[in-house]
Structures are given as C-alpha cells and as structure tokens.
C-alpha cells in the first residue's frame, strides 16, 4: 500500500530564510504527487502538483524517484507562507484517492 | 469563484445516533469524495462517488457508512450508529472528470463531527 512520510511536524524559519518542507513517499508504481496547504481558518487547497511543473507562490517542488522524495522549498519565507502544508499522491492506477501525510506546520517568524 | 460547501460547520451527537453530513460540490464537477481527519491525525480517504455509484472505498468506510446524491446538487455521508471513534473533521471535495486522477480535487471547509 502507497504511504507518504512528513517527517517534520512543525518547521520555524525566519522570515527571508530558505524553506525546505520534506516529502517522502512509498509506492512501487510512478505515483502523481501534490502539495496541498492550509492556511489558518481556511480550507485545503492545492498549492502545486508534479505533473504541472510549476512554481506558485515562490514555491517548488522536485521529484526524485530514486530517493522517493517531493520536497517543497521556497528559497525565502514570507510571514503569509505561515500555515499547514500536506504532501499527497495519487497512484494513478484507475484510482483518484489522495493519500495523505501528516502535515508540516511551518511558521515564519517575522 | 464557486465552492464547496458543508453543511453543518458542527455537529454533536449521542453515540448510537445516525448523523447525516451534507456537501453541495461544484456544479460542473463530476467526481465527489469524502475525507477525514482525526484531531492530531492525517486525512484519511474515505470513500469515492462517481456517475452514481462508488468508485473506491478504504477499509474506514464500513457498512455502518453510506453515500447518496439524492438531488443534483446534494453530495451526502449518512453514519447509521455513530461510536465515540467516529469523531472527527469530514471534508467533502469533488473534481472534473478531464485530467483523471491528475486533477485539483476542491475541498469543502469539513464538518466537525463530534460523538459523545
């Protein structure tokens, strides 16, 4: 069964710092991947996907398949980047879950 | 920009009770999903919903669980006899058909559902 890894439950960075948010993940298929986000008292919503290969909010995140990895980084932070951040994949395999981690909580201190 | 919505924001009920938890999905979206969170847990996928019928289910969703779409904008999660686990943030979303399993799926603000 596919199972995705968030090992970081909450990440403090200053303002202007680089961000790393980890996202590791176990599928023996070629998985779609995501990175969803929460911000405070606010619903989930998609901040990017693999497939798209595109930058949102100063955000990316790369593939590596040979480390099974999606890590979201932004090179630096700004206060508005402070919420719950969620890696998710979907196997593609005829199937449309999202399979979820357990979220990272990053605050950027001003 | 249309939305998902939920209804109730909260609901409290007895152990034992059925409890009903309603979704309105985007109007031109055809795959309907529910999710759920325990308090300091992750989302759980529960159950999927398409042309009628469910697509997938986890092992969460049991007989004690149902889905229904009883009108063309309704999207609904009925537990028969709700047990104290059963607590939780349910989250509705739904997404287009173009794109497959690629696709954004858009998530309602959940129900808080707790059982006593």
């Known amino acids: 069964a596919q199972r995705v890894t968030q090992p970081e439950k909450l990440l403090s960075v200053f303002k202007g710092a680089p961000v790393e948010l980890k996202c590791n993940y176990s599928y023996s298929g070629s998985p779609e991947l995501f990175w969803y986000v929460q911000y405070s008292r606010q619903r989930l919503q998609l901040l990017l996907r693999h497939i798209s290969r595109e930058s949102i909010k100063g955000f990316t995140a790369d593939l590596n398949k040979g480390e099974t990895s999606f890590h979201l980084k932004k090179p630096f932070a700004q206060e508005e980047d402070s919420a719950m951040y969620y890696c998710a994949l979907v196997t593609g395999a005829g199937s449309y879950q999202l399979t979820f981690g357990k979220g990272t909580k990053l605050s950027v201190i001003p | 920009e249309p939305e998902v919505t939920q209804t109730p924001s909260h609901q409290v009920t007895q152990m034992g009770q059925e409890v009903i938890l309603r979704c309105v999905p985007i109007?031109?979206?055809?795959?309907f999903y529910w999710y759920r969170q325990i308090l300091g847990q992750k989302v759980e996928f529960l159950v999927s919903?398409?042309?009628?019928?469910?697509?997938?289910k986890s092992e969460i969703f049991d007989d004690q669980f149902s889905v229904e779409r009883p009108d063309g904008s309704n999207f609904t999660l009925k537990i028969r006899s709700t047990k104290l686990e059963d607590s939780a943030m349910y989250f509705c979303?739904?997404?287009?058909?173009?794109?497959?399993?690629?696709?954004?799926?858009?998530f309602g603000p959940g129900t808080r559902l707790t059982v006593l």
């Open positions: 979303a739904s997404s287009t058909l173009a794109g497959g399993p690629w696709n954004e799926q858009f």
């Open positions: 919903f398409y042309n009628n019928e469910i697509s997938e």
């Open positions: 109007s031109n979206h055809l795959y």
